[in-house]
């Protein structure tokens, strides 16, 4: 299973970018819970936001109300929605996806699978 994440650019203060992550194998699975997570320049990996396969979310406090993720029904693609952005969120995002490959029919114990990251740019 691999995961693609997609629709990261520069961007000016106050704009808007979505970010795309798609869950993709050969062999059939779940997803449960989905994350975003980015690292910006000289800073360790921080949480940004999740959802689980119920559909609740949560966030990060220097991004609510401003970003807004979600997951298609199928579960397989997950997006984020990111507004009125600012220089502070500048960074590689990551996608990141607890999943349960399925072998011979059986869900098998979960796996945390991660995408390539996004690069994020937005200038003052």
């Known amino acids: 299973v691999q995961l693609q994440a997609s629709g990261g650019g520069l961007v000016q203060a106050g704009g808007s970018l979505r970010l795309f992550c798609k869950a993709s194998?050969?062999?059939?699975?779940?997803?449960?819970?989905w994350a975003w997570y980015r690292q910006a320049p000289g800073k360790q990996r921080e949480l940004v936001a999740s959802?689980?396969?119920?559909?609740?979310?949560n966030y990060a406090d220097a991004v609510k109300a401003r970003f807004t993720v979600s997951r298609d029904i199928a579960g397989n693609t997950a997006a984020l929605q990111m507004d009125r952005l600012t220089p502070e969120d500048t960074g590689v995002y990551y996608c990141?996806?607890?999943?349960?490959?399925?072998?011979?029919?059986?869900?098998?114990?979960?796996?945390?699978?991660w995408g390539q990251g996004t690069l994020v740019t937005v200038s003052s």
């Open positions: 990141n996806a607890e999943i349960r490959p399925i072998m011979e029919g059986i869900p098998t114990s979960p796996r945390e699978y």
């Open positions: 959802i689980t396969k119920g559909g609740t979310a």
């Open positions: 194998g050969s062999i059939f699975f779940n997803v449960n819970n």
